[in-house]
Structures are given as C-alpha cells and as structure tokens.
C-alpha cells in the first residue's frame, strides 16, 4: 500500500509498506497522481487489455488527486483507516539514505 503524508513544508511525500520506504518526496498533487498512474502502468498484469489499464490509471489518478486533496486540507483520515504523519514515515524510513526536505 502507498500513503500520502504531508511534509512539514507542505509539499507531499509517499510512503510504500511494500518497501518501507518513502518512494517519492517533496511532491505536488499532480506529481503524485503521476507516480500513482506510473505505479499501475508497471504493476499491470499482462493479460490486461490497454481499455483497462488506461481505466486503473484513469481510477489511479483520481484517488490520488482525492486523497492529497485530504491530507493538505489537515484531514488525512478522511483518505486512510490508519494516516501516518512525517514524523512516523521518518521513522520507518532509513534516514541517511532520504535527508529531511526541509
């Protein structure tokens, strides 16, 4: 699963319990509806047809928008059962190999 999070200078990172890890920081809205579309494209199966791959990336990118709209309004849990903030993706995350983006 992938998490928005909100850094404390207001722009967007996300944080994947795949790899415990922040795979993407100081992010837009937009560039993490990229990153969510670019996630489905590589994740697709190949028995997919492109009509519905073109409609996941479509979804994709929509939740995306949706859920960063929630966390930069301060209402992550409105996006997540269980929101994580900075500090605790900081503390799941190596933080020699990611240095703060403030």
């Given at each position: 699963m992938r998490q928005?999070?909100?850094q404390p200078d207001g722009r967007?990172?996300?944080y994947s319990t795949v790899v415990d890890d922040l795979v993407?920081?100081?992010?837009?809205p937009d560039e993490v509806?990229?990153?969510a579309a670019d996630f489905v494209r590589e994740t697709a199966s190949p028995?997919?047809?492109p009509e519905q791959v073109a409609e996941r990336i479509r979804r994709a990118r929509g939740t995306a928008h949706r859920?960063?709209?929630?966390?930069l309004a301060g209402e992550p849990?409105?996006?997540?059962k269980h929101p994580l903030t900075w500090q605790e993706s900081e503390a799941m995350t190596d933080?020699?190999?990611h240095p703060h983006p403030c």
């Amino acid at each position: 699963m992938r998490q928005i999070v909100l850094q404390p200078d207001g722009r967007l990172a996300v944080y994947s319990t795949v790899v415990d890890d922040l795979v993407m920081n100081d992010a837009t809205p937009d560039e993490v509806a990229d990153e969510a579309a670019d996630f489905v494209r590589e994740t697709a199966s190949p028995h997919a047809t492109p009509e519905q791959v073109a409609e996941r990336i479509r979804r994709a990118r929509g939740t995306a928008h949706r859920n960063a709209a929630h966390v930069l309004a301060g209402e992550p849990h409105r996006a997540y059962k269980h929101p994580l903030t900075w500090q605790e993706s900081e503390a799941m995350t190596d933080s020699e190999t990611h240095p703060h983006p403030c």
